[in-house]
């Protein structure tokens, strides 16, 4: 059973840091393709990165420069460390992961999912 895991959201002011991880079982991370989504009040589910199983990153054209998406295959982890935040990053960030080559940027192409993490940046 594929259980992802998500940590390390939490409050921060504009202009900080935070790195959220995402802890995986029943898979092995660096067989799937992972990703991360965030999805913000009345918004909908947008993607923010993902990290090909060969270890190509991808990023939402806003978050390149700002978000490194990376992984830890020995401890089946991936993060994200999130650098010079704004309060429009403000939203709750899920972890997801399929398996194969495919880096799709869309919710429904993946079937795993974690629980979320809220990261809020205050002005």
């Known amino acids: 059973q594929v259980r992802l895991v998500e940590s390390g959201g939490g409050l921060v002011q504009a202009g900080g840091s935070l790195r959220v991880s995402c802890a995986a079982s029943?898979?092995?991370?660096?067989?799937?393709?992972m990703v991360w989504f965030r999805q913000a009040p009345g918004k909908e589910r947008e993607f923010v990165a993902a990290?090909?199983?060969?270890?190509?990153?991808y990023y939402a054209d806003s978050k390149e420069g700002r978000f490194t998406i990376s992984r830890d295959n020995a401890k089946n982890t991936v993060y994200q460390q999130m650098n010079s935040l704004k309060p429009e990053d403000t939203a709750v960030y899920y972890c997801?992961?399929?398996?194969?080559?495919?880096?799709?940027?869309?919710?429904?192409?993946?079937?795993?999912w974690g629980q979320g993490t809220q990261v809020t940046v205050s002005a």
């Open positions: 990290i090909s199983r060969s270890g190509g990153t």
């Open positions: 029943g898979l092995t991370s660096s067989s799937y393709t």
């Open positions: 997801a992961g399929r398996s194969g080559t495919v880096v799709a940027g869309t919710p429904d192409a993946y079937d795993d």
